[in-house]
């Protein structure tokens, strides 16, 4: 079997130093198994995501020095490899999931939602049963106001267990995530299942993402369950941290890739940063994708997050 992996950028904003390293791995994990590696831009979000955006995050990555078999600058027989041209797609999806009565409305708002939480202070409350009944007593006056809902997967009390490539084996409970949404109100579609159905489209058999999506691996599999699909597998990848300790983000403004470019930093020394932080080299020093791959091994990975420091961003330039 031919391996398939994938990276899917989201177009809100440049590539920051944590998107580089897990597209990094993504693509090592790919070509060391003589497997193909896809691009695919996840950009449902249609009121973050930006065309500029989709164009710079393509030539941030060729220039750290990525390529790919497949994508939307390159064609490929899984085409369209941009998310918001494959709308009528996910609505066959969702049909499959209703029609088979795994899904629900849901008129609730999130201040609805939010109000029946026993600590509504304590973040957002997964949708469970008090929020199915809550819905149900509410749906006919939603519904004469001329709301729209969003539709949620009814999920059901089941023990996911997975083994993970990477950190190993994994039992999650599905009741943990509630119901997601499968399809907003205002009929955007949900990152759950945008992301499962064109997974199992364009045969991906093998997923790279932080361990920080961990938990949305019971929901993942539950889809693929519902869909009779083959599972891929998972690697979950610790994440790389800024020098306060904290998850990198776009919106927090985290070191990105366009900014290196701008500071004419060498692709290649950032390479060798992101192969250390991995534990993939024993120092910081410049190397090239094509270097690294040749010398690759999954297994010399270390398996926890990494924290930048000054000598990180001195090796840098910066």
């Not at 409305?105 to 939010?114: A, F, G, H, N, T």
């Not at 006056?141 to 009390?157: C, F, M, N, Y």
């Not at 297994?299 to 990180?312: F, I, R, S, V």
Request: glycine fraction near 6%; proline fraction near 5%.
């Amino acid at each position: 079997m031919t391996i398939r992996g994938r990276y899917a950028p989201s177009p809100t904003g440049y590539l920051h130093l944590g998107n580089a390293r897990t597209a990094l791995v993504a693509y090592l994990l790919a070509k060391f198994q003589d497997g193909e590696f896809v691009m695919r831009v996840e950009d449902i979000d249609l009121q973050r995501c930006k065309p500029e955006f989709q164009k710079a995050n393509l030539a941030e990555l060729r220039w750290l020095g990525l390529d790919w078999d497949e994508g939307p600058d390159v064609g490929g027989s899984f085409s369209p490899y941009i998310q918001r041209e494959r709308f009528e797609f996910f609505k066959t999806k969702l049909s499959e999931l209703t029609d088979a009565g795994h899904t629900f409305p849901c008129y609730l708002s999130r201040k609805d939602i939010q109000e029946l939480a026993s600590a509504p202070h304590e973040g957002f409350p997964s949708y469970g049963v008090a929020q199915r009944a809550e819905n149900e007593r509410l749906s006919p006056q939603k519904q004469a106001e001329g709301k729209q809902p969003s539709i949620r997967l009814k999920t059901i009390d089941k023990t996911i267990a997975f083994e993970d490539k990477f950190v190993g084996k994994q039992t999650l409970e599905l009741s943990t995530l509630g119901d997601v949404v499968l399809r907003r109100a205002d009929g955007m579609w949900a990152y759950h299942l945008a992301v499962v159905a064109d997974d199992i489209a364009m045969n991906i058999n093998q997923v790279v993402r932080g361990d920080d999506l961990l938990g949305s691996t019971a929901t993942h599999l539950y889809l693929y369950e519902l869909f009779d699909a083959p599972v891929p597998d998972y690697w979950h990848v610790p994440l790389l941290l800024d020098t306060d300790g904290k998850r990198m983000a776009k919106r927090k403004g985290s070191l990105t890739l366009k900014s290196l470019q701008d500071a004419d930093v060498n692709p290649e020394k950032l390479v060798g940063l992101l192969a250390y932080s991995l534990g993939l080299i024993d120092s910081l020093e410049s190397v090239s994708v094509n270097e690294l791959l040749n010398n690759f091994n999954p297994q010399d990975m270390n398996k926890d997050a990494y924290q930048l420091t000054t000598e990180d961003l001195s090796f840098l330039g910066l």
